[in-house]
């Protein structure tokens, strides 16, 4: 059963505008998320990270959300730009050394 | 010299075949990985090494069998695989998580493995 859920596989955005990501898990032992951003024929490349005690980290456009209450995470981009166009992986860091990942959803920033 | 890098890029092999893929990491890090991509699913942790000791073999199937002879560098040996052994398979490093501080894994652009 998975443990981090990505419901939407895609997204489709206007240059400019905000893209918003969402991710759901189930486990409440999850204490340190992330989000991965990959391009075609590249491996995943780290974005931004949120400790399970804090509720919102920010790095220039990008912004991580986190409601424990909800297990839900988000992760904002603003303002979003084509190059930002890729598959946004969500994922959660269960026991030392298990990275849980979203099935990825593919975001289109359209110019 | 990028972060991770993980040779060969493409592989095709048979089923009798015996192949190996390598990962090298210049991060100085101290724990490897090999995560399992397969179409329309979630990427699955395979095996874990910190400081070359072997932390988690996450119920692979022994056709499967990794070498880490370092910190830096990581194998993975194939041998009699299946079609659907067919993905992605990427190598990442990070610091070791077993010290309580969490730090993003880092990733290399994979190996896409066909088995015929």
């Known amino acids: 059963d998975q443990q981090v859920k990505q419901n939407s596989p895609s997204l489709s955005v206007q240059e400019g505008r905000i893209s918003i990501l969402n991710c759901d898990y189930t486990?409440?032992?999850?204490?340190?998320f992330l989000w991965y951003k990959k391009y075609p024929a590249e491996g995943p490349t780290f974005l931004i990270s949120i400790s399970s005690i804090k509720d919102k980290n920010e790095d220039g456009r990008f912004t991580v959300f986190l409601n424990k209450s909800a297990k839900h995470l988000s992760l904002h981009i603003v303002p979003s730009q084509p190059g930002d166009s890729a598959v946004y992986f969500c994922a959660a860091f269960g026991g030392a050394n298990n990275l849980f990942f979203g099935t990825g959803t593919r975001l289109t920033v359209i110019p | 010299e990028t972060g991770v890098t993980q040779t060969p890029r493409h592989l095709v092999m048979g089923m009798t075949n015996k192949k190996s893929l390598k990962c090298e990491q210049h991060l100085g890090h101290n724990a490897m990985y090999w995560y399992k991509q397969s179409a329309k699913k979630p990427l699955e942790l395979m095996f874990v090494?910190?400081?070359?000791?072997?932390?988690e073999n996450n119920s692979v199937p022994s056709r499967f069998s990794p070498e880490c002879p370092n910190s830096s560098h990581l194998f993975l040996h194939l041998h009699t695989l299946q079609p659907e052994d067919s993905a992605l398979y990427l190598c990442?490093?990070?610091?070791?998580?077993?010290?309580?501080?969490?730090?993003?894994?880092?990733f290399g652009n994979g190996t896409r493995l066909t088995v015929t």
């Open positions: 090494y910190n400081f070359k000791e072997q932390t």
């Open positions: 990442a490093s990070s610091q070791d998580p077993r010290r309580g501080y969490r730090s993003p894994l880092h």
């Open positions: 486990n409440s032992m999850f204490d340190y």
